[in-house]
């Protein structure tokens, strides 16, 4: 699903972000990416989205090999995949039914289909009652369950979740992570990164530990049931 062989990232100001990092991420897993400010973590994720390109290395996500990918097949990688910020981004506008549809419009779902499969995300991220409210009218917590739900209406392989509990109080942290929780068991694959090691003690998986640009620990953690 994913696929590093010894990837490097240098920037045009000379700074080695990533140094030699090969590693599989495979369809099904529960995976943290942590490691300190600069450690290389957020350009990991933009190789991943193919914002940035390698250096040195071969990358593949989802089937697509992304040194040799065309840019206009970059919006279909991104496709395969649902992508759940920190700061929510959400289209204040609108309201949440449409932040959350816009992403199955943009491709030209029909909107019958659209009205049903976002109907049923937003069950299951518990904000069915919420559909009609503009995101000003939320809670933290509340916004990053509509970013949630607006990664995952196209049912993409891959949700990738970047500090998605940075903006929302800690109570609130938990619910979004059981509900990531949840979306794994039904089959997707979930990369989250974060600084917050309480999460990764609380809720375990695969945990790859990312400094000075090169992984300096791969290993899964158990957790008590």
């Known amino acids: 699903m994913i696929h590093f062989k010894n990837v490097s990232k240098v920037y ?3 700074t080695k972000a990533l140094d030699n990092v ?22 990991f994720l933009k190789l991943i ?13 989802n089937g697509y090999n992304l040194v040799k990918i065309k840019k206009r097949k970059i919006p279909y990688l ?36 659209v009205r049903k499969r976002v109907e049923y995300i937003l069950g299951l991220v518990g904000l069915s009652e919420k559909a009609g409210s503009k995101p000003s009218e939320l809670s933290g917590g509340e916004q990053q369950r509509v970013s ?24 609130l942290s938990y619910e979004i992570m059981e509900l990531l ?24 998986g ?4 990312i400094n000075g640009g090169k992984i300096v620990g791969d290993y899964i953690r158990e957790v008590e049931q």
């Open 78 to 113: 991104r496709r395969t995949m649902g992508i759940v910020f920190q700061d929510f981004r959400l289209i204040e506008k609108i309201s949440v039914f449409d932040n959350v549809a816009f992403a199955m419009r943009v491709i030209g779902i029909s909107e019958k289909s």
């Open 49 to 61: 989205m193919r914002e940035e390109a390698t250096t040195e290395g071969e990358i593949s996500v």
């Open 12 to 14: 045009s100001t000379g």
């Open 22 to 43: 090969s590693l599989d991420i495979n369809k099904g897993e529960f995976v943290f990416i942590v490691g300190p400010s600069g450690a290389g973590k957020s350009t």
């Open 148 to 171: 949630l739900a607006r990664a995952l209406v196209n049912n993409p392989e891959l949700i990738i979740a970047d500090e998605p509990t940075g903006n929302i109080d800690p109570e």
């Open 181 to 204: 929780v949840e979306i794994n068991k039904r089959g997707t694959t979930v990369l989250i990164v974060t600084h917050e090691h309480n999460l990764v003690n609380e809720f375990g």
């Open 206 to 209: 695969r945990i790859i530990k």
